[in-house]
């Protein structure tokens, strides 16, 4: 079965951008270091992010992450879903209105414009056909932004949470959660390298 699996790092102090985020510094004053981890060559790094990019077979984000990978500054060939990994499923993004144009034209863009739930459901129709093609079983992948996770997750729309947890305070920035309904979340594994703590567990 598709399953709903939300993918995001934050910092010890719970912040998925530093302070003053914007269209030329996605991730914020000293936000870089969330993602120090999915460029490291430490093998359990590569692991985790080969793992988790192999796996996606559909993957959502929110209009602001969007206008941040397909701007001048974001995603290309060497960098883009899955850092180097560079993986090309079927991208769904939430919006209140499509963009008139798109810069990553060889990558497969859906708009939905009828909240995150219509967005998840998409999602998971383009999972379950990849799944179907490539005779394995594929995710859906929440990765973004903060807001976007954060309220799948208070909606109880997400089946798993996997956190990349960061060893740095950045004293402000975006919040994963800024609250909501109480969740309860079973461990199922935790990795420890260098640059990151990465984390999963099932949400009831």
Same mark, same amino acid.
């Given at each position: 079965?598709? %399953?709903?699996?939300?993918?995001?790092?934050?910092?010890? +102090?719970? !912040? &998925? *951008?530093?302070?003053?985020?914007?269209?030329?510094?996605?991730?914020?004053?000293?936000?870089?270091? $969330?993602?120090?981890?999915? !460029?490291?060559?430490?093998?359990? +790094?590569? %692991?985790? #992010?080969?793992?988790?990019? @192999? %796996?996606?077979?559909? /993957?959502?984000?929110?209009?602001?992450? !969007?206008?941040?990978? +397909?701007?001048?500054?974001?995603?290309?060939? *060497?960098?883009?879903?899955?850092?180097?990994?560079?993986?090309?499923?079927? !991208?769904?993004?939430?919006?209140?209105?499509?963009?008139?144009?798109?810069?990553?034209?060889? $990558? +497969?863009?859906?708009? /939905?414009?009828?909240?995150?739930?219509? @967005?998840?459901?998409?999602? %998971?129709?383009?999972?379950?056909?990849?799944?179907?093609?490539?005779?394995?079983?594929?995710?859906? /992948?929440?990765?973004?932004?903060?807001?976007?996770?954060?309220? @799948?997750?208070?909606?109880? =729309?997400?089946?798993? =949470? *996997? =956190?990349?947890?960061?060893? &740095?305070? #950045?004293?402000?920035?975006?919040? $994963?959660?800024?609250?909501? *309904?109480?969740?309860?979340? &079973?461990?199922?594994?935790?990795?420890?390298?260098?640059?990151?703590?990465? $984390?999963?567990?099932?949400? #009831?």
């Amino acid at each position: 079965m598709t %399953r709903i699996i939300a993918d995001i790092s934050v910092s010890l +102090d719970g !912040f &998925v *951008t530093g302070p003053d985020p914007g269209p030329h510094s996605g991730l914020g004053s000293g936000g870089e270091a $969330l993602h120090t981890w999915a !460029f490291s060559d430490d093998p359990d +790094d590569r %692991r985790v #992010l080969r793992e988790a990019t @192999a %796996r996606s077979g559909a /993957v959502v984000l929110g209009r602001r992450l !969007f206008d941040l990978v +397909d701007g001048p500054n974001g995603w290309d060939d *060497t960098t883009g879903y899955g850092a180097r990994e560079v993986g090309k499923p079927a !991208f769904i993004v939430v919006t209140t209105s499509p963009p008139e144009s798109v810069r990553l034209i060889d $990558l +497969d863009w859906t708009f /939905v414009t009828t909240g995150l739930p219509d @967005a998840i459901a998409t999602a %998971r129709r383009r999972a379950a056909a990849a799944s179907s093609d490539s005779g394995k079983e594929l995710d859906v /992948v929440l990765m973004g932004g903060g807001a976007t996770v954060g309220s @799948a997750v208070d909606a109880g =729309l997400v089946d798993g =949470l *996997t =956190l990349h947890l960061a060893p &740095v305070v #950045l004293g402000g920035g975006t919040p $994963l959660f800024t609250g909501g *309904t109480r969740r309860t979340l &079973v461990q199922r594994s935790v990795t420890s390298t260098s640059t990151a703590t990465h $984390l999963t567990y099932d949400v #009831l």
